[in-house]
């Protein structure tokens, strides 16, 4: 199962050692990433697989809320599937 995680917020040192960091400690493989930098501010999407998450959804998504907060950052966690629903007219 894909997924899509998104990361938004001021340009800080470790930013994708942190976040990648909890994807390997919960199980979940990173497949692809793109970030930039926009005028201070760090914008990042990575595909990430998720079927071989060893914790629960929401305690996945718990988790990167608390990361998000910890580093003053919004993390969102979106399956691939609601993606493309929302986006299919």
Known sequence: MKAFITVIGKDTVG???KVSG???EIGINVEDVTQSILQGM???IM???ISGCKVSHD?????FAALGKEMGMQINVT????FDAMHTV
């Open 42 to 44: 760090f914008a990042m």
């Open 47 to 49: 595909l990430v697989d």
């Open 22 to 24: 909890l994807c390997a």
């Open 15 to 17: 930013v994708i050692a």
């Open 59 to 63: 305690e996945m998504h718990a988790r």
């Open 79 to 82: 399956r691939q599937e609601v």
